[in-house]
């Protein structure tokens, strides 16, 4: 217990540091602090889950290597890079859920209706992009995007019948605040930037990603 909230306040207060850094502009300082997040998490998850779950350590891995290419966005290869390590760390987070989701089979077929109106917003999210951009690479990379995002979607919703309270609020929230942050950072090259963007992207990422972890520990 108090190794568990000692890594979470080391976590939360680097979080806090990168955030201001960000607000600050001072990316020197941010090469220093976010590259140690994901680790420090990863560390988190290591000592805190009762059974570890292999694939809940890739995604973390995952997201390690999205938040590198994330300190250098200038080349366009990097963004496709980030975009297609978002999607693999939905479809491995995915799979560390399903591969707990033995219940799946007792799922009314109304529930995967809950589906329309999450595809139907990332449609149109993604709508102009998929029109205004001729590169087939960067569509692939949309549609996969917008796949696993609805996918991890569909999983984490599905733990309602299993699990209630913090167990299902937390990986919902956390889930909302990823979704949030990388649909911003896809959306941000292709219309009027935001005030604070990048702040706003970060901030939703780095704990909507801690968020969801806390989440899918069970006893949290």
């Given at each position: ?132 951009t001729a590169k087939t690479s960067i569509r692939l990379l949309i549609i996969l995007y917008s796949i696993s995002s ?71």
């Amino acid at each position: 217990m108090l190794l568990r909230t000692v890594l979470i306040t080391v976590y939360g207060i680097l979080a806090a540091l990168t955030i201001i850094v960000d607000y600050f502009s001072k990316p020197v300082l941010g090469y220093i602090t976010k590259p140690l997040l994901m680790p420090l998490l990863t560390v988190f998850y290591y000592y805190t889950a009762c059974k570890l779950n292999i694939y809940i350590v890739f995604a973390l891995i995952a997201a390690f290597i999205t938040i590198l290419f994330m300190l250098n966005q200038k080349k366009n290869f990097n963004k496709l890079i980030i975009i297609f390590f978002i999607s693999l760390f939905n479809i491995l987070f995915s799979i560390a859920v399903l591969k707990t989701n033995y219940y799946l089979e007792y799922i009314p077929v109304w529930f995967y209706l809950t589906l329309i109106p999450f595809t139907i917003i990332y449609i149109l999210a993604f709508r102009k992009i998929y029109i205004k951009t001729a590169k087939t690479s960067i569509r692939l990379l949309i549609i996969l995007y917008s796949i696993s995002s609805i996918v991890l979607i569909f999983t984490i919703i599905s733990r309602a019948w299993k699990y209630s309270s913090m167990s299902l609020c937390l990986p919902i929230i956390g889930l909302i605040l990823m979704s949030f942050s990388s649909i911003l950072f896809i959306l941000n090259d292709y219309f009027k930037k935001i005030k604070n963007t990048d702040l706003l992207i970060n901030t939703a990422g780095i704990y909507g990603v801690l968020i969801l972890i806390m989440g899918v520990i069970p006893d949290w």
